[in-house]
């Protein structure tokens, strides 16, 4: 035990734990005793899903400085105190048991440096706070706990980590894919039975959706800024969401509105990568994604501001049918033409814009024009 380091051992017969062995239970031992004289009860039993706060709590109350991990198949191995420092040293809600943002900052960090798609999914209720005022703080706790409870047993825990953002406001890292984590977000709205006991008003929820890039990061970018910006964008599409469901952003606002370019999104070098365009306009963000399968950049960006212009106004939607670069003397133009479809309505309708310096902000201007022509 010395010689490994260990201050403690678990003792076997076959598969079955029969006690606990310690250094200081064997200082003193006769020469030739067997280790089951002087090895000490078991105790405390911990399964290996127990919860970390849980399993702490538990060696807290036991007065435990070690406790044996077995499940049905036999021991797991000893759990100690200071194994636990690393995840109890972490930000926690007692109310829902969740970590808060920071947790989900060093999970998106560790995922994005080694080259893995991170997605996030960020969730606030709708109107808390008069539904807080009206029924209560208990009863907005049991809210809480309550869509955080729907939340975690919605989630993969091999794809997703579930943080509390905020009062009423939670936060879904996931490395599924774009489509995916758009799909996940339905369903979470859908699935959701939002009846709380003492309240005559069941309880809802919106969603934003912002990642699902495929590329390596350069050396230099700063992963938790990255982070950062995809946490602030997902959340922005979820407030433009909020406003549009209040129906405060009409078609007519939305075809007058200035659109500026937020940013592209994409990795020329991955035939297969996702590429998202992020737009804002009237005080709000939306976002589009498409995947490149064979297709051109280019065109991919194009059909990515199409799908972001159809959040800003739901009535329309462009279909991209070309895109063209023509070079005019000692300028470069870039064209869109397609086909905007708007209920019954059908036409054709086309834009050109002038490449400065960015080609890929000369198509997301093109295709927004074209979108609102």
């Known amino acids: 035990m010395l010689g ?3 201050k403690i051992l678990g003792v076997l017969d076959g598969n079955r734990l029969v006690g606990l062995v310690g250094i200081e239970d064997l200082v003193g031992a006769k020469e030739g005793e067997v280790v089951a004289s002087v090895m000490r009860p078991p105790g405390s039993i911990i399964s290996p899903d127990s919860n970390v706060r849980q399993a702490a709590q538990q060696l807290v109350a036991e007065k435990a400085d070690s406790a044996p991990v077995l499940d049905a198949k036999g021991f797991k191995g000893i759990l100690t ?3 636990l420092l690393e995840d109890l040293g972490q930000s926690y809600d007692p109310l829902t048991s969740l970590s808060w943002s920071d947790r989900l900052r060093e999970w998106g960090v560790w995922h994005l440096q080694n080259n893995e798609e991170v997605t996030i999914i960020f969730i606030d ?16 706790d049991h809210v809480i706990a309550k869509v955080a409870a729907f939340l975690t047993g919605e989630i993969d825990p091999e794809l997703d980590i579930l943080v509390r953002y905020g009062g009423d406001e939670f936060a879904l890292g996931t490395l599924r894919d774009r489509d995916e984590s758009e799909a996940l977000a339905e369903l979470l709205v859908k699935r959701f039975d939002g009846k709380v006991e003492g309240a005559d008003e069941p309880v809802t929820f919106t969603t934003g959706v912002f990642g699902g890039r495929r590329h390596k990061e350069r050396e230099s970018v700063h992963y938790a800024a990255t982070i950062d910006n995809l946490i602030n964008i997902a959340s922005k599409n979820c407030i433009a969401n909020k406003k549009r469901q ?5 078609n007519a606002q939305a075809k007058t509105t200035n659109y500026n370019v ?3 999104y994409a990795d020329e ?8 365009v992020v737009v804002g306009g009237g005080g709000n963000v939306f976002s589009g994604a498409e995947s490149r399968k064979g297709k051109s950049v ?3 960006i194009a059909i990515a501001t199409a799908k972001a212009m159809a959040h800003s106004r739901p009535d329309a939607r462009l279909e991209v049918l070309a895109i063209d670069l023509m070079q005019e003397e000692d300028s470069r133009i870039v064209s869109v033409t397609g086909k905007l479809l708007n209920g019954a309505e059908e036409r054709a309708v086309s834009a050109a814009k002038q490449v400065a310096d960015d080609l890929a902000t000369a198509v997301v201007e093109a295709t927004i024009e074209a979108f609102n022509a």
């Open 246 to 250: 209040r129906g405060e952003l009409d």
């Open 125 to 140: 209720l709708n109107n808390f706070g008069a539904y807080n005022k009206k029924y209560g703080h208990i009863v907005g």
């Open 269 to 276: 070098d991955d035939p297969e990568g996702i590429i998202t």
């Open 262 to 264: 937020l940013g592209v």
């Open 298 to 300: 280019v065109d991919c």
């Open 81 to 83: 105190p200071l194994m």
């Open 4 to 6: 490994h380091g260990l």
